[in-house]
């Protein structure tokens, strides 16, 4: 069974930084892209990130370029988003989601995780 | 970017009825990359179509995908209760991944 589960949310202020961790298990991790998805309260879902089943290549909305880094460890089974200068309409829950094949174009998120809450505030 | 259209914003219906929901882009997307995902309050999105009209593994059959160009469709044949809640539709033929502003499927 796919399991995606993320960690690392919580309160932080503007400016601020944080790390969101995504443990998954149930596939053969290195075979699959990992893509990031957040939802701000009460809104629609917007693409934040993703980035290959190597590591080799990674991709970002304009909305975070510059200052959200994806990476992942594949011994650990695990993506990282690194999240810096941080504003108040980063609030949202973030979604770990596999990717429905090992490279980015052309595919999509075909397992989802429950998501971790991020709220930007002083 | 692709920008996605949805509508309506609200459909309400009663169960047993027929939901037909519409995603419009704002240009052609690409080979019929688009898919549909529901989402219920408090839960992480579920794909139900890909490939404009593929259901994913272990969905009903009462969810159909349809379209091609700018126009595509989701349609529910006969509402069950679980079927009320929140649907995006996503184009992931051309960068960025776009999605839609979501159709809610009420209770009537």
């Known amino acids: 069974e796919v399991q995606l589960l993320e960690s690392g949310g919580g309160l932080v202020q503007p400016g601020g930084s944080l790390t969101l961790t995504c443990a998954a298990s149930?596939?053969?991790?290195?075979?699959?892209?990992v893509s990031w998805v957040r939802q701000a309260p009460g809104k629609g879902l917007e693409w934040v990130s993703a980035?290959?089943?190597?590591?080799?290549?990674?991709y970002y909305a304009d909305s975070v370029k510059g200052r959200f880094t994806i990476s992942r460890d594949n011994s650990k089974n695990t993506v990282y988003l690194q999240m810096n200068s941080l504003r108040a309409d980063d609030t949202a829950v973030f979604y770990c989601?596999?990717?429905?094949?090992?490279?980015?174009?052309?595919?999509?998120?075909?397992?989802w995780g429950q998501g971790t809450l991020v709220t930007v505030s002083s | 970017e692709i920008v996605l259209t949805q509508s309506p914003g609200t459909l309400s219906l009663s169960p047993g009825e027929r939901a037909t929901l519409s995603c419009r882009a704002s240009?052609?997307?690409?080979?019929?990359?688009l898919a549909w995902f529901q989402q219920k309050p408090g839960q992480a999105p579920r794909l139900l179509i890909y490939?404009?009209?593929n259901r994913a593994t272990g969905i009903a059959d009462r969810f159909s995908g349809s379209g091609s160009g700018t126009d595509f469709t989701l349609t529910i044949s006969r509402l069950e209760p679980e079927d009320f809640a929140m649907y995006y539709c996503?184009?992931?033929?051309?960068?960025?991944?776009?999605f839609g502003q979501g159709t809610k499927v009420e209770i009537k």
């Open positions: 989601a596999k990717d429905s094949s090992v490279g980015f174009r052309l595919n999509y998120c075909d397992y």
């Open positions: 149930g596939f053969t991790f290195n075979h699959y892209a």
């Open positions: 980035i290959s089943g190597s590591g080799g290549s990674t």
């Open positions: 240009q052609s997307v690409t080979s019929r990359y």
């Open positions: 490939g404009t009209s």
């Open positions: 996503q184009q992931y033929g051309s960068s960025p991944r776009t």
